[in-house]
């Protein structure tokens, strides 16, 4: 349990020996190296806020590389730290795998289905990816919690502590994504409303701090597409009516009535066209054409959803829509936010497989009553992780 006084100055989310090293062993079991490394004594490099961790061939002392921990964040510095190729390469005693032939290797492709089945999942999703297999997960759509917008949402230290939170969660997402596949987010500002009169509200562009963590964690940015709601939907929130009643300029302010649909691909050196010659079900790829009446621009109006148990969830057909258009039938949906489960309804809905996680149990308890409502029978099939599955003698056969 040795710690760093260094790093307990400084405030870094890891100060522990042993939590760089429980770090560096989820790292392994992504590749299923665990077995075969073992671990010399983590360092902290605070010239560079980061911890070292030597990695030892197991039942010697010869080092084949190391893992390199951000100190603030707790996550995985991927382009500093040796590659799993290079490590199955010393452990195997042979020459490190050249460039050249990566680059032959990519040319037998073997793209299997995911053998992932439908799941809910009740718990955090940064622990519980971890769980997931790595590429076992085809589309990620999901909306986050908001930052402090409401009493019904958690309440975050601060608005760092919440970044960092969907830093870690976006993280632990690109693992268990397969490659070239997209990750879309429903995400919109934020209003932080002011403790008494003489204070001035603040609106946090959450958008714009999402788009930086997604480039950062290896997500290459492909569209905003704006959800755009009917006029009078931004009413409730309050905004304008100064403006409206008084006319004064400098207290203008537009009525929000759209939030961002943000898509994002895992990044690869390969066009989507790969993605689509070489998906391991080609019947499935046909019988996922988009048929005429589809969205053509980047406006999309849909009307707002309401729930009488849930403060935000966002519309059926916004989820079918995202679903319809970044994956084929039979792909595995995920969802780490899940609320109530429209993501989940949606992928039921458009023929695909479903991951659903999250960590109130009051909303895992709509999923287990929902879930029948989508499957029938088929619910039997699901895998509850968590939480128990639902009673079935009411379904009928």
Not at 250 to 276: F, G, M, S
Not at 356 to 378: M, T
Request: hydrophobic fraction near 40%.
């Amino acid at each position: 349990m040795r710690t760093s006084k260094v790093a307990t100055l400084r405030k870094y989310a890891v100060t522990l020996v042993v939590e760089a090293k429980n770090i560096s062993e989820g790292w392994l079991k992504t590749f299923n190296l665990e077995n075969a490394v073992s671990f010399g004594l983590p360092e902290i490099d605070d010239r560079y806020h980061v911890w070292r961790v030597p990695l030892i061939k197991m039942g010697t002392k010869e080092r084949i590389g190391e893992v390199v921990i951000d100190a603030y964040t707790s996550l995985v510095v991927v382009d500093e730290t040796t590659a799993p190729d290079v490590l199955e390469a010393r452990l195997l005693g042979r020459n490190e795998v050249t460039e050249s032939q990566k680059r032959e290797k990519e040319h037998v492709i073997d793209m299997p289905s995911s053998f992932v089945r439908n799941t809910v999942v009740f718990g955090d999703s940064e622990h519980a990816l971890l769980d997931m297999p790595s590429q076992s997960v085809d589309l990620i759509f999901t909306s986050p919690p908001y930052y402090n917008a409401r009493p019904e949402y958690e309440d975050y230290l601060s608005y760092e502590t919440y970044l960092l939170k969907m830093r870690r969660i976006i993280h632990n997402c690109h693992r268990v994504l397969s490659e070239g596949r997209f990750f879309v987010m429903n995400v919109s500002p934020v209003l932080i409303r002011r403790a008494n009169r003489n204070e001035a509200s603040k609106r946090i562009a959450v958008p714009f701090d999402m788009h930086r963590i997604f480039v950062e964690e290896g997500f290459d940015f492909i569209d905003d597409i704006h959800w755009v709601k009917p006029s009078g939907a931004g009413w409730a929130t309050g905004r304008g009516r100064r403006f409206a009643a008084d006319r004064q300029p400098l207290q203008y302010k537009a009525v929000p009535v759209t939030e961002y649909v943000l898509v994002y691909r895992k990044h690869t050196d390969k066009l989507i066209d790969w993605n689509i010659r070489n998906h391991p079900d080609q019947q499935a790829v046909e019988e996922s054409k988009i048929v005429d009446g589809y969205e053509a621009t980047n406006l999309w109006k849909i009307h707002p959803a309401f729930h009488s148990e849930h403060p935000a969830v966002f519309p059926l057909e916004l989820a079918e829509r995202v679903v319809r258009y970044y994956s084929f039938k039979n792909d595995v949906v995920l969802d780490p936010f899940a609320g109530t489960g429209t993501t989940g309804r949606a992928a039921s809905t458009q023929s695909r497989r479903f991951v659903l996680i999250e960590n109130e149990q009051k909303y895992i308890e709509i999923i287990r009553r929902e879930v029948p409502r989508w499957l029938g029978l088929a619910t039997r099939d699901v895998m509850f992780i968590g939480c128990q599955s639902p009673d079935m003698s009411s379904v009928l056969v």
